[in-house]
């Protein structure tokens, strides 16, 4: 009996384990390949993925920060805030660090705030800075 116990408690602890880790999200519409090659929005790839992702980004409020990098890739900036908040930048236009000729002063971008669990808790597509 106390095998079976055993047992039964370790495949419990693995199936919670496994459902703990993150997946990356499914978002309809948007080519998250596309946009995972786009860094820094230098390649315009981001840009025709604006109307979808406004669809869609309320879909990723209470994702976890593994869930983000899954999904969208590295930020293409991270800042760091108050009270353990953060916030990871996409830029959706060519950011200030591409070799462009047409720069805009503030290109549009998505930032993510993720709260001290390391959760999305807005979703923004902005011009300005967080």
Not at 5 to 26: E, F, P, W
Not at 115 to 125: C, F, G, K, L, Y
Request: net charge negative.
């Amino acid at each position: 009996m106390s095998k079976n116990l055993n047992t039964y408690i370790l495949s419990l602890l693995l199936m919670i384990s496994i459902s703990a880790c993150s997946l990356k999200v499914d978002l309809d519409g948007m080519d998250l390949e596309a946009w995972k090659k786009d860094r820094n929005g230098c390649l315009g790839l981001r840009e025709p993925q604006i109307d979808a992702f406004r669809l869609v980004k309320n879909e990723l409020l209470g994702k976890d920060n593994q869930a983000l990098l899954k999904t969208f890739g590295k930020p293409d900036r991270v800042e760091l805030a108050d009270r353990s908040q953060n916030f990871f930048i996409y830029y959706v236009e060519p950011s200030p660090d591409c070799d462009s000729e047409d720069l805009k002063s503030d290109p549009i971008k998505v930032i993510f705030r993720l709260n001290a669990m390391s959760r999305v808790s807005e979703v923004t597509i902005s011009t300005l800075d967080p």
